[in-house]
Nanobody, 122 residues
């Protein structure tokens, strides 16, 4: 089970940190990812992180602004979001993927959290 939290309303240029707590599985053996979905749009990849946290990958639109990290001792993955823009407004989902390979493809992720709303005002 994945439980995402930390969303909210923020002004453009502001910051938020999303958290996703996992339970019931060996967290450290899952690649973790963040995705987002804006109204009327398809679910979009945001970031992913390897088992150890040593490898990360981001969609171009968030590079330099967002940072994904994980704490395996706490079974939690984070998404630090800085310099937020109105176009970052979406429901953000965390997801877990079996295996070692990082992926941008949402259909390859096996478990999903419930989503947390991020709204950035201009």
């Amino acid at each position: 089970q994945l439980q995402a939290s930390g969303g909210g309303l923020v002004q453009a240029g502001g910051s938020l940190r999303l958290s996703c707590a996992a339970s019931g599985r060996t967290f450290s053996r899952y690649v973790m990812g963040w995705f987002r979905q804006a109204p009327g749009k398809e679910r979009e990849f945001v970031a992913t992180i390897s088992w150890s946290g040593g490898s990360t990958y981001y969609v171009d639109s968030v590079k330099g602004r967002f940072s994904i990290s994980r704490d395996n001792a706490k079974s939690t993955v984070y998404l630090q979001m800085n310099s937020l823009k109105p176009e970052d407004t979406a429901v953000y989902y965390c997801a877990a993927k079996d295996g070692m390979a990082l992926s941008q493809m949402h259909r390859l992720y096996d478990y999903w959290g419930q989503g947390t709303q991020v709204t950035v005002s201009s």
